[in-house]
């Protein structure tokens, strides 16, 4: 393997890296590599070949190898000038080297040329449709025998650009007046990067070295025409794959060291590869997908947060969509929640307020009587005051005494409707704040009548201490009504002298608390847990409903209502509403 530079030099290094392996592979046999350099091609200096020749005639004259590859134009050249004295009659492989640079009329029958044909024309026409702002290429050769046979080839090809853009030349710059140039580059430029082994200061520029100080130094975008170069330092373009046409020469050699004649293995001029470009440059210069030419393929672009989280993101979404449907239900179910509430109250405060009603009827004759006492005593008064006026010396302080006595008992007859109209009430549930003793003392003045009326006795242990609750004023008060008619009810055969019924309020923690109990035969053990269900009732003439009206209303306060036998006889209801936190006194 002729190498033309040296083992370091690209494009030609990574030529000899791809066919190695590849002939090695698609060879049934093992294959010994022998390599060499033709370091002369870095000078137009040809007095150092004749020795180079007798070197490789005192190394293989004996024994011949089978194949001899030449890589690169210079290797090429340089086998064919000497083909005669070196191997004559050994099969020669010509790669890594464009078609022009093979002097095809000095074949021979053992001569077989796996070349590639640059298109420069179509790599400018690729960088002016990535840029299409462009206005200037500068183009990068150097200056060795072999570039400056491109350097030609470039000036004659893009020619019919000079209308459209400018070439700039650095064949004729040092490297480091190229990295200077190429820093301070006008806005809109282009850099096209050919070959740079020996720059015009006669310096040698191996490996990628060049090509990454550029790539560093320079404020416009790098193309070339071979993917070689295709490794972070260049935007891309239109390129040889090192690759494939090492393949494909690598597949002609291995047909000659078959057996097959040299110049019967015909292989056509490999072309460019549909154009490639590196994500990473192209984000450095702001280059859009959208002006990549169809077919292009964008290499080592960052994947979205979608294609790196894909199946997380996904995840996530629909547990959010599940959460959210779940929300939505949750949320129809609430209201519907709440509209069921709304409408339960309101039925029960329909059904309580009928129940009040019920309970005013069994009330008629004890109100009736409470309003006709002070109403009989206005009538009287009235008639004795009618009677003192029409005596001849009526007697004022007499008749004082007596408009007062009538402005007293109209109070009290007042009160009575006051407090009736209140109990009989149809008002929606509404939450206020209050004093819990002062509903209670309200509803045993109520009672005030009726407990003469029904012979029984009326006793409240009322505690000095302010329990502020929140709630429905008249539903509470209906609810002790409710108690204290049962506890009367439950009295009807008990001996008029035992007839008592004891209120007492009292605090319990962060709790008022109410009982109401009475002396009557008191609640049959197994049904202790049933008298706050709806129709359970001990009356013959009952509907079975006050007891669970009340426990309605108690839950709808958030607070609780329980049953027990006394030890010596009656029952006990027991009432626990939440204290208000707030601090504030009764509203």
């Known amino acids: 393997?002729?190498?033309?530079?040296?083992?370091?030099?690209?494009?030609?290094?990574?030529?000899?890296?791809?066919?190695?392996?590849?002939?090695?592979?698609?060879?049934?046999?093992?294959?010994?590599?022998?390599?060499?350099?033709?370091?002369?091609?870095?000078?137009?200096?040809?007095?150092?070949?004749?020795?180079?020749?007798?070197?490789?005639?005192?190394?293989?004259?004996?024994?011949p190898p089978d194949l001899v590859v030449a890589l690169g134009a210079p290797a090429a050249e340089f086998v064919q000038r000497y083909r005669n004295r070196l191997f004559p009659q050994t099969p020669m492989l010509f790669t890594s080297v464009e078609a022009r640079r093979v002097q095809y009329d000095k074949l021979t029958g053992y001569d077989t040329v796996a070349a590639a044909a640059h298109n420069f024309p179509a790599a400018i026409e690729t960088i002016l449709q990535v840029l299409p702002d462009t206005k200037l290429i500068a183009v990068v050769n150097g200056a060795s025998?072999?570039?400056?046979?491109?350097?030609?080839?470039?000036?004659?090809?893009?020619?019919?650009?000079?209308?459209?853009?400018?070439?700039?030349?650095?064949?004729?710059?040092?490297?480091?007046?190229?990295?200077?140039?190429?820093?301070?580059?006008?806005?809109?430029?282009?850099?096209?990067?050919?070959?740079?082994?020996?720059?015009?200061?006669?310096?040698?520029?191996?490996?990628?070295?060049?090509?990454?100080?550029l790539s560093t130094a320079a404020n416009a975008p790098i193309f070339s025409y071979l993917d070689g170069f295709?490794?972070?330092?260049?935007?891309?373009?239109?390129?040889?794959?090192?690759?494939?046409?090492?393949?494909?020469?690598?597949?002609?050699?291995?047909?000659?060291?078959n057996g097959e004649k040299a110049g019967d293995v015909k292989v056509p001029p490999s072309r460019f590869e549909p154009p490639r470009f590196d994500w990473r440059q192209m984000q450095r210069f702001d280059i859009s997908d959208s002006n990549l030419p169809p077919g292009s393929t964008v290499y080592f672009r960052e994947p979205t947060v979608w294609e790196r989280y894909s199946w997380q993101i996904a995840s996530i979404v629909a547990v959010l969509l599940i959460q959210a449907g779940l929300i939505v239900v949750l949320l129809q179910e609430h209201r519907r929640r709440q509209l069921a509430e709304v409408l339960s109250r309101q039925r029960m405060a329909e059904l309580a307020h009928v129940n009040r009603f019920s309970t005013a009827g069994e009330l008629t004759a004890s109100i009736a009587h409470e309003i006709n006492q002070p109403l009989g005593s206005i009538l009287t008064n009235a008639e004795t005051a009618q009677a003192i006026l029409r005596s001849p010396s009526p007697n004022i302080a007499e008749l004082d005494e007596i408009v007062t006595d009538i402005v007293q008992d109209d109070r009290r007859a007042t009160e009575v409707i006051r407090r009736m109209r209140s109990l009989l009430k149809k008002a929606p549930f509404e939450q206020k704040q209050f004093d819990l003793n002062e509903v209670v003392q309200e509803t045993i003045r109520f009672f005030a009548s009726l407990a003469v009326g029904r012979k029984f006795e009326l006793v409240s242990v009322i505690t000095p201490e302010t329990?502020?609750?929140?709630?429905?004023?008249?539903?509470?008060?209906?609810?002790?009504?409710?108690?204290?008619?049962?506890?009367?009810?439950?009295?009807?055969?008990?001996?008029?002298?035992?007839?008592?019924?004891?209120?007492?309020?009292?605090?319990?923690?962060?709790?008022?608390?109410?009982?109401?109990?009475?002396?009557?035969?008191?609640?049959?053990?197994?049904?202790?847990?049933?008298?706050?269900e709806p129709f359970?009732?001990?009356?013959?003439?009952?509907?079975?409903?006050?007891?669970?009206?009340?426990?309605?209303?108690?839950?709808?306060?958030?607070?609780?209502?329980?049953?027990?036998?006394?030890?010596?006889?009656?029952?006990?209801?027991?009432?626990?509403?939440?204290?208000?936190?707030?601090?504030?006194?009764?509203?």
């Open 145 to 213: 025998p072999n570039e400056a046979f491109w350097q030609t080839v470039f000036e004659r090809e893009l020619a019919p650009f000079s209308g459209r853009i400018e070439l700039r030349w650095y064949n004729k710059l040092s490297f480091e007046d190229i990295l200077k140039d190429a820093a301070h580059l006008p806005p809109h430029s282009a850099i096209f990067w050919h070959l740079m082994s020996v720059d015009a200061a006669g310096v040698t520029q191996e490996g990628t070295t060049a090509l990454h100080r």
């Open 536 to 587: 359970f009732t001990s009356k013959a003439e009952g509907m079975g409903m006050g007891l669970s009206i009340a426990r309605t209303i108690i839950e709808a306060h958030n607070g609780v209502i329980s049953a027990k036998n006394r030890d010596h006889g009656g029952a006990t209801f027991r009432i626990r509403v939440p204290l208000c936190t707030d601090g504030a006194g009764p509203s």
């Open 467 to 532: 329990l502020p609750i929140l709630g429905d004023r008249i539903q509470l008060q209906q609810v002790i009504l409710n108690l204290v008619m049962n506890g009367i009810e439950a009295m009807r055969d008990t001996p008029s002298e035992d007839r008592i019924i004891s209120i007492r309020t009292s605090r319990v923690e962060n709790f008022a608390q109410l009982s109401v109990s009475d002396r009557g035969s008191g609640i049959p053990d197994e049904k202790l847990k049933e008298v706050f």
């Open 230 to 257: 295709f490794d972070g330092s260049i935007v891309g373009g239109s390129m040889h794959s090192v690759e494939k046409g090492m393949a494909i020469a690598a597949a002609a050699a291995i047909r000659i060291l």
């Open 1 to 63: 393997m002729l190498q033309s530079f040296g083992l370091r030099f690209k494009p030609w290094t990574d030529f000899a890296e791809f066919l190695r392996p590849e002939m090695t592979k698609q060879s049934k046999v093992p294959i010994d590599f022998q390599d060499h350099s033709l370091l002369t091609a870095r000078l137009d200096d040809d007095r150092a070949h004749a020795p180079f020749v007798d070197y490789l005639q005192a190394l293989y004259g004996a024994k």
